[in-house]
């Protein structure tokens, strides 16, 4: 995700919006208002060249366009990639807590039964 264009006026933003969305480049305004204007963002980052040059150049032809069939694949395996990688980080917590109890409990054990055996 990418800033590729910013504006005051509606007219070129709405321009700006219809010309890369026609051309194949999935774009979007973040929730977060700027102090500059309104924001224009890409999804996909190896689109920010294309989408540079044709703001700058309308005759440009988009190298790297996508479907919205595509895009929608796209943003399913992200998804899919972005929800192994949350679980393997709460295994990954989990096994460092059970990690952590075991050591105490055996460290319990260990002050517990020493005084015993000596």
Known sequence: ?????????EVEYEDAWDRLSRAGIPVFEPSKPSK????????LA??????VELLHNPLHIVA????????????AAAAVRMARTRDHAWE?????????????L??????ITLPNWL
């Open 46 to 51: 190896h689109q920010y060249d294309d989408a």
């Open 1 to 9: 995700m990418r800033q590729v264009f910013v504006t005051n006026i």
């Open 92 to 104: 990954q917590s989990v096994n460092r807590h059970v990690a952590w109890a075991s050591l105490l």
């Open 106 to 111: 055996l460290s319990g054990l260990v002050y």
């Open 36 to 43: 500059e204007g309104r924001v224009l963002c890409i999804w």
């Open 64 to 75: 790297t366009a996508v479907t919205d069939e595509e895009f929608e694949r796209i943003q």
